[in-house]
C-alpha cells in the first residue's frame, strides 16, 4: 500500500516574523478585559464584577505586560481590544 507525502516548500512556511506569538490569558484576565472593554471605565468594570477599580486596573496591567512581553505592546482600550480578537481571547459578539 502507497502512503501519500505531503510536499512542503520553504514558501509554504510562515517566516518568523509573521508568526504571531499569542501570550497566556487567564479566564479571570479575559472575564476582566470583557467588562472592561464593554463600559467607559474601569470604575464601571469593577462595579459590574464587583471589585475594586484598582483590581480592574491590575488585571489589565498584567494583561498589557504579557503582550509587552512577546513583542505586540498594547497601549491603548482599541489596540487591547484588537490584540484580544487577533488571538482568539474574545469574540467580537463579547463586546
Known amino acids: 500500500m ?4 505531503v510536499v ?3 514558501s509554504d512556511v510562515p517566516a518568523a516574523e509573521d508568526v504571531l ?3 497566556y490569558l487567564s479566564r479571570r484576565e479575559v472575564d476582566v478585559l470583557v467588562a472592561w472593554l464593554k ?7 469593577a462595579e459590574v464584577l ?4 484598582s483590581t480592574v486596573s ?6 498589557r ?5 512577546v513583542g505586540r505592546p498594547a497601549r491603548t482600550k482599541i489596540a487591547l481590544l484588537v ?8 469574540a467580537l459578539d463579547e463586546v
Open 21 to 23: 506569538v499569542r501570550p
Open 50 to 53: 464587583y471589585i475594586s477599580p
Open 58 to 63: 491590575t488585571h489589565i496591567a498584567r494583561i
Open 39 to 45: 463600559v467607559t471605565t474601569k470604575e464601571d468594570a
Open 2 to 5: 502507497l502512503e501519500s507525502a
Open 83 to 90: 490584540r484580544a480578537l487577533q488571538d482568539g481571547h474574545i
Open 65 to 69: 505586560a504579557k503582550y509587552v512581553a
Open 8 to 10: 512542503i516548500s520553504a
